[in-house]
């Protein structure tokens, strides 16, 4: 079993909403947390579904990928000039 197939069979036992809910605390914290702290927490969260983007890329739809690296990249660029 590779890596990726570990984590995406731990990403299946991961019920919808709590998915949803770290990510919004995530979030949160990340944009009204101070500097460094706020853009290291928005940065986590950009790896996050950088690594969920990278291992489902094969089976999502065109726009899908499009949505996704949209988003990635508003992340990463609200953690960088957070930490700026």
Do not use: C, E, N, Y
């Amino acid at each position: 079993m590779t890596t990726s197939d570990h984590f995406l069979r731990r990403l299946a036992g991961v019920r919808p909403a709590t998915a949803f809910l770290v990510a919004l605390v995530l979030l949160l914290a990340g944009l009204f947390l101070p500097g460094v702290v706020g853009g290291l927490l928005l940065a986590l969260l950009a790896a996050g579904l950088g690594t969920l983007t990278f291992t489902t890329w094969p089976v999502q739809s065109p726009i899908t990928r499009l949505v996704r690296v949209v988003l990635l990249t508003l992340l990463v660029v609200a953690a960088v000039s957070k930490t700026l």
